[in-house]
Each structure stands twice: as C-alpha cells, then as structure tokens.
C-alpha cells in the first residue's frame, strides 16, 4: 500500500512540474504510463488502450475498458449490459463486433500516429488536472476522464454511421492489389443517370438499387453514397470508411470503370 501511496505522489509531483515547464517530466510521465520513446515499448495503461485500438484485444473485466467501448455505440441494451462485471456470451460477441468496427474505423492511422495521440492526450490531462481535496491524485482523474478524452478525439471517424449492426462488415469487399485501368481521357459521369430511388441505407444494402448499381459490392455503393450523393470530399469519405484519401480516389476510379463496362456489356440475366 506504501508503495501505490509513494508512486502516486511521484505522479503527481512530475504532473505539477510538467504543468510549470518541465517536459523531462513530461516525458517522465508517459513512461510512467506505459511508453517507452527510446525503445518504443508500450505496456500498462497506454498499451491497454492503443491494445484495444488496433487490434481489438478487449479486457472485460476492466471497467474503465467497458465504460469507453459504451461510447461507441447507440444500443441501449449493450451499454447496459456492459455495466456490470459479469458479461454473458451474447454480450462479449456484440461487443466484439463493436470492437471490430472500431478498429476497421481507425486501421487508416499508423501505430506511431496512434501511440503519439494517446500520449498528446494524456499531456493534455495533466495539464488541465487541478488537485482537490486530500483523498484526489492524477491517477484518479486520469481514470475518470481519459476514456471521453480519447473518444472525443477519434469520434469524427464515427459519425453518420452507415454500418449498423445490421450491416456486415466491409474488409473482404476490399482489394488494394487490383490493377487499375485509368483513360487518360475524359468520360461522362455515370454516377445515378439512371438511379431514381433515394440513395439511402436500402439501396446501400442493394435492395433499392437498380441496374447497373445492383451489381456493386456493398462498399462500393458506400462510397458513392458519401462522395456523389452527400457531396463529401475524399479526404472526408476516407475518414468515414477508415482509409486514406488516395484510396478513396482509386477505388471510385475503379468503380466508374466497373460501370462503364456493365453499360456497354450488361450481363445476361
């Protein structure tokens, strides 16, 4: 018990120096949470999160773990049911499918990208960080406030879902290796000449779209919807569907392509 009392006073003492200039002690204090700069290890608290980030590894029974996935999803039932210690069967499997979206959201940002945010972030609390009371230390209110810190940072990838629970998921759609075949000259725009339906959830899941959308994937019809009908840009579809704007800008290429070839030879149906 000594030992936890003397180790976080020493975290404390390093975040009021930090707070007044320090950034040896800044640096102090992210080793102390778990990153090592020189080596690049993660371990303890930072490499739960970044963990948890990148490759889904979900510890259920660390509340702190279960209160940050309950921010990411609008099911009353599953945020519920991860309250308690205890989760059954049915609830660790939706939340690895919560989890799973989540990283499929954030597989754009390189791990060195993602590890430097979630130190940023911690700096950021110990500066705000403001002793009160006796029985208060950082560690504490890093316990409390880090989990909305680290979701407000990344939750402009989750707005406007379009993949509910419903919807499954887009990995196997994807195919960074196809060739790419690019017309130096200019074509008309096939985007919805002869779409009519609103390009919605339904003719996302295919069950509105007409021909020769129907025979999209289900991605493709994602991208369409954020670019040619919401208008976005590729910056902004790619921070949507968890890829780097230069994708986004390939894959539509393809996808005119696709059209092109399903207007001049339309299958036989």
């Given at each position: ?135 208060t230390n950082f560690c504490g209110y890093l316990m409390n406030s880090y989990r909305y810190k680290v979701y407000d ?89 968890g890829y780097h704007r230069d994708t986004i800008w390939t894959k539509r290429k393809q996808i005119k392509q696709k ?11």
């Amino acid at each position: 018990m000594e030992d936890k009392s003397s180790q976080y006073e020493l975290i404390e003492s390093l975040v009021f120096q930090y707070q007044s200039g320090s950034s040896k002690a800044g640096l102090k204090l992210i080793q102390s949470f778990g990153y090592n700069p020189t080596s690049k290890e993660l371990s303890g608290y930072l490499n739960k999160y970044f963990s948890l980030l990148r490759y889904g590894v979900i510890k259920f029974n660390d509340k702190d773990t279960r209160q940050f996935l309950r921010q990411f999803t609008s099911n009353s039932q599953l945020k519920q049911e991860l309250i308690p210690f205890y989760q059954y069967a049915h609830t660790k499997k939706a939340t690895r499918k919560l989890v799973q979206m989540i990283n499929f959201r954030l597989r754009h940002i390189p791990d060195e990208d993602m590890i430097h945010d979630l130190c940023e972030l911690l700096l950021i609390q110990a500066k705000k960080y403001k002793k009160q009371g006796t029985k208060t230390n950082f560690c504490g209110y890093l316990m409390n406030s880090y989990r909305y810190k680290v979701y407000d940072h990344y939750k402009y990838l989750f707005r406007d879902l379009l993949y509910s629970h419903r919807i499954e998921m887009l990995e196997d759609h994807i195919d960074d290796n196809s060739e790419i075949n690019i017309e130096e000259t200019l074509v008309p725009d096939l985007y919805f000449q002869n779409e009519t339906e609103e390009i919605g959830l339904n003719w996302i899941l295919g069950k509105t779209a007409e021909f020769p959308f129907s025979h999209l994937t289900m991605f493709e019809r994602t991208l369409i919807s954020l670019y040619d009908h919401k208008g976005m840009t590729y910056e902004e579809v790619g921070a949507q569907m968890g890829y780097h704007r230069d994708t986004i800008w390939t894959k539509r290429k393809q996808i005119k392509q696709k059209l092109r070839k399903l207007i001049n030879n339309p299958p036989n149906e």
